[in-house]
C-alpha cells in the first residue's frame, strides 16, 4: 500500500518558510505575524498589485491563510523542538526568533526558489515591518475576500465538453 506524502504546505515546508521569514527580517514576531508574513511571501501580489507572487494566483487561496493556524503551530514546534528557533515571552505576547543554529540551517539550503522566496520575504517585510500586529491583522481580514476572488467565473469551462 502506498503512503500518501504531502509536500506542499506540509509541517515540513511551513517551518522551512517559517525559517527563512525569522532569518529574513531578522526580527522575533508572533505567530500571528509570522502566519501573514508566509501567505505574502507566497502571494506577494495580493498585498501590493504592483509585485509578482512567488506562487501562480489561484482560485480561493485565501484558504491558505485561512487554515493555516495549525500547521503553523506544528511547524513551529518543530523549529523550537530542533532548536533552530527560540521564544521570546513578555507581557503582552510570545514572539519567536531564529537562533544561531537556524541561521546556520537556512544558510545552507540553496536553490533559485529559496531565492526568489527571500526577494518576496523582503519585499513583504518592507511594505509590513511598521505596521503593528493589530493593523496587520485587520488589513487581512478587510482585504482576505478579494485573495482568489478574480476567478469567480472558473467553472463556467466545466459545463463544457471538449472533444478530443
Keep these: 500500500m502506498e503512503r500518501e506524502i504531502k509536500i506542499l504546505n506540509s509541517t515540513f515546508e511551513v517551518a ?3 525559517l527563512a521569514i525569522m532569518v529574513t527580517c531578522k526580527k522575533a514576531m508572533t505567530i500571528e505575524r509570522l502566519s501573514i508574513y508566509s501567505y505574502f511571501a507566497l ?5 501590493d498589485h504592483e509585485e509578482e507572487s512567488l506562487h501562480p494566483e489561484i482560485p480561493h487561496r485565501n484558504s491558505s491563510y485561512i487554515n493555516s493556524r495549525d500547521v503553523m ?4 514546534e518543530m523549529l523550537l523542538a530542533r532548536g533552530v528557533a527560540t521564544s521570546v515571552f513578555s507581557n503582552s505576547s510570545i514572539r519567536f526568533s531564529t537562533t544561531d ?3 546556520a540551517l ?3 539550503i540553496g536553490g533559485e526558489y529559496k531565492e526568489r522566496l527571500v526577494t518576496c520575504i523582503m519585499r513583504a517585510h518592507k511594505l509590513m515591518e511598521k505596521k ?3 493593523k496587520l491583522n485587520s488589513l487581512v481580514y478587510d482585504k482576505m ?3 482568489g476572488s478574480e476567478f469567480s467565473y472558473e467553472s463556467v469551462l466545466k459545463e463544457f465538453e471538449y472533444e478530443e
Design 132 to 134: 503593528s500586529d493589530k
Design 73 to 76: 503551530l506544528s511547524a513551529m
Design 43 to 47: 502571494y506577494l501580489s495580493d498585498l
Design 145 to 147: 475576500a478579494e485573495w
Design 16 to 18: 522551512l518558510r517559517i
Design 106 to 108: 537556512f544558510s545552507q
Design 101 to 103: 543554529l537556524g541561521i
